[in-house]
């Protein structure tokens, strides 16, 4: 009896995991306005546009969308949500609906909220924001491009000519005109920075320039040190046109010595 069922729950699983793929595939778009070409397939959508594809939400202006080719052009204030950890902001976004994936254009903005999650395979992914004027990025993997880049991280500021992210691996690469600046202060420079955003590690290659400050905790406590006092049986004194006079306070004076003088040369006298 067991053995008859098992074909029958392998073609149940089959199906809902086909299903759930449908549902991902499917794409629905709402707006105020919607015109089209029925002869090119091309519909023109405005006011309030609203594209939902699985996870992924996008809220625009005005969108053009090709229902041939399964494009999406779209203009205006672009805001797309992927699951609850990640979204981009742009004026332009041309999106390929089959292949998930797309290219942002001007006033680029990324954010990646911090997300935790539990269990055995948990893991954590700490937040960061990514400045650029060109993005592409792909929906299934969270991976992007961007051209130039600034990211802004807890631990670190990076720009660079290319930046490039595998979510998977958590890694970010630098390429071309690398900057990275620390909290500290520290600066390092580089044709191509590595970072490993787990495991907290970075390597930089090629034409590496590291700036950092000195400690000075020793220098000032030199300078802050009192200044001992001088002898007082030795007191120097400044005259101010001629040179240093010393006067010593255990000799007697010269005109101290001449009256002495004089007192024992009375007493020695009959």
Known sequence: MKRQLLPWIVFII?????????????????????RGDTEKKISYITGNVRIVQGSDVITTD???????????????????TNSDDLMVSADILDYNMKKKNGTFKSNVLLQRLERKTTGKDGDKKDPFTLFTDELYFESNTKNFTAKPGRIVHKDFIG??????????????????NTHLKKPEGEELQGDVTR?????????????VIIHFD??????????????????QGEIPVDSGDGPDVEITGNEPLPEENGEKQSDDEQTASP
């Open 62 to 80: 005005a969108a053009t969308v090709d229902l041939d080719k399964k494009l999406l052009n779209l203009e205006g204030t672009v805001t797309f």
């Open 14 to 34: 089959l199906l809902g995991g086909s299903i759930t793929a449908l549902a991902e595939d499917k794409v629905k778009v709402t707006g105020d306005r919607i």
């Open 214 to 231: 000195v400690d000075d905790d020793e220098d000032e406590k030199d300078q802050k040190a009192p200044v001992q006092p001088a002898d």
């Open 159 to 176: 720009t660079a000519d290319v930046i490039e992210y595998n979510d998977r691996l958590q890694l970010l690469t630098l390429r071309g």
């Open 195 to 207: 970072i490993n955003l787990e495991q907290k590690t970075f390597v930089v290659e090629s034409n």
